[in-house]
Every structure is written in C-alpha cells, then in structure tokens.
C-alpha cells in the first residue's frame, strides 16, 4: 500500500508517454514549436511497465495514460495491452484530444482501455480552432462517435478561458446532456507555458452561467477519489467541476505522475521530482521501488494554487505531466 506523509492512499498513477502534441492549446503550450524530445530520452513501453508493474503490486488500481498527445506514440495499444496482460481489473484510462481517436479507437478498446477523457473546449468550429490553434472540431467530433460506438466509457473535459470560450459552457454542457456523457469543467492552472494573459472562469462563475438556464442544481456529496466536485439537474444529469485553487482539491489527492522520461512527480503544482530511469533501465525493481517510496514521502500537504496567491503561477509543462 502506497501511503504518504499525510496519510493519504495512492491507487492512482498517471503515466505520460509522451510531451508531443499536435494542438497548441491557449492554457497548456501555445507558442511551444512542433518539436520533440528525442526518442533516445524516453523510456521504451516496456521499461514504463516495469515501473508500472512495481505500482500495481504495492497498490495501485488505475493507470491512466497522457501526455502531450498520447495518440502520437505509435503502437499504444500493445503497451496498454502489456498492462491489461499483466492484471486484468485495472482500471485503465485514457486522456487525449481526439483528433486521432476515430481511427485507433476499437484497437485501444480490444487492448484492455475502458474509459477515455476527452477535451472539448467548444461547439463552435471558429472558437475550438482559436482554442487549439487549428481547425480540429468535426474531427475530434468523429473521434468521440468511434469511442462512444466502440463501448468506451466517455468524459468531456473543458476549460472556460475569459473571451475565448465562455458563452460555450451551455452549450458544451448541453451537447453532454443529450450523448449521456459526463462533463467536468476545469478551472485554468496558471502556468508559464500558457497564452499571455490568458484567464480562466472559476467555479462560481461557472455555476452561474450555468443556473442562468439551469438554476435549479444540488450540489452531489464528494466523491473522495474524484479530484471534480459534482453537481446534479432535476432530471438527474450531473456535471463535475475541478477546483485545483481550493485545498479540498488535494486533501484526498491518490494520485502520481509518471513521465515519458522516467521523472516521477508528486503534485502537479510541485517542482521537485526524482527519476526512476536508471532504476527501470538498470532492470533494478528494488531501487524503482524505493524512489516511489521517498517520492510519496516528500509529497506536499496541498498544491501551490491553493495558497490563495493570485501570483502563483506553476513554471510546470503540463505536456509532460498530462495535467
């Protein structure tokens, strides 16, 4: 059982396997050149998994695969079928833009994945081309069709920035609402890697433009494992929100992150981490799982976002954390 220094259980990993992308989202990377690590740097599939290998057996129940763009790493679905292979129930997750979904999606499906996130920042074909900096809607649209039609369990991420895409939240909400998929709505993580000057809507604004057509919600009693605090409609329909800039965010965080090279981090918001690729490489199990152990014991109370300080800003690329 993997416990940290607050007593907090960590079932939760989250595995980066690459920092790539082929959008350039306002709130994530959006001046960032279309370049890459070298393949060189990163972990191969199977040294990843035998880091994975090491969490499943102290404790670890979900693996959720990102990056940047998880997609763009050629034969995904053999390394997700590594883990399925090695311990069936896992819950095993998928986060992704959904521009290359329509076309893999029954290959991950057949390889053990059983639930994707997808972003969808807008319904409108102009905004989500500001938004990702290319014309993506009508594809990442049929990626979301393939996946539902395949039999993968679907959430709809989407973060409301000021003047971009906040007349969307209705809409976006609505689309959910009729598809029967869950939405959760993000609050922008200030980072350095972000639009200048990009702002994002908190959660009482977003409940307010909600209840302008919706004004009858209650609010759902936390799940503690679910970083999103839900709200539920009359007729049952319920929509998440995710509020990294209030503690509750992480007083019952479970989760780690792992990046596709090898640096194994705490908290998003947390500049420190420490490397297991020596470890992995070395094929040193002991030592991988020792750094896992002081990574954990060196995790903070809370993430810097929920200081209060409307300065703190992460210098953290969430391309390579997966956010």
């Known amino acids: 059982m993997l416990i940290d220094g607050f007593g907090r259980k960590h079932d939760y990993l989250r595995v980066s396997v690459t920092e790539r992308c082929n959008f350039r989202c306002q709130y994530c990377m959006p001046e960032k050149p279309f370049s890459w690590v070298p393949k060189e740097n990163l972990l191969t599939y199977e040294e990843l998994f035998k880091f994975i290998k090491v969490g499943i057996d102290e404790g670890i129940k979900k693996v959720r695969i990102t990056g940047g763009e998880p997609l763009l790493r050629e034969e995904l679905d053999v390394f997700l079928k590594m883990i399925y292979d090695y311990k069936n129930d896992i819950d095993l997750a998928l986060t992704t833009n959904g521009f290359l979904l329509s ?57 409301p920035l000021k003047g971009i895409n906040d007349q969307d939240i209705l809409e976006v909400l609505e689309f959910c609402m009729e598809k029967g998929y869950v939405v959760r709505f993000i609050e922008f993580m200030e980072n350095h890697h972000a639009k200048d000057g990009a702002k994002g809507l908190n959660s009482d604004e977003i409940k307010e433009i909600i209840s302008q057509k919706y004004p009858n919600f209650k609010t759902v009693p936390r799940d503690t494992s679910s970083p999103a605090q839900y709200y539920e409609f009359e007729n049952g329909f319920q929509f998440g929100i995710i509020e990294p800039h209030k503690d509750d965010f992480c007083a019952s965080c479970n989760r780690i992150r792992l990046t596709a090279e090898g640096y194994l981090i705490p908290c998003l918001y947390f500049e420190d981490a420490m490397s297991i690729k020596d470890a992995v490489q070395n094929n040193d199990i002991d030592e991988a799982a020792n750094i896992l152990k002081k990574v954990l014991a060196n995790k903070p109370e809370k993430n810097k976002w929920s200081t209060k300080d409307e300065n703190e800003t992460s210098s953290r690329a969430f391309y390579e954390t997966g956010g």
Do not use: Y
């Open 103 to 159: 076309k893999v999606a029954q290959r991950l499906k057949d390889s053990g994945l059983k639930r994707i996130n997808v972003s969808l920042d807008s319904l409108n074909e102009a905004t989500a081309a500001k938004m990702a900096q290319k014309n993506v809607l009508k594809t990442v649209l049929e990626g979301i069709e393939e996946a539902n039609k395949v039999g993968l369990k679907i959430k709809i991420n989407c973060v």
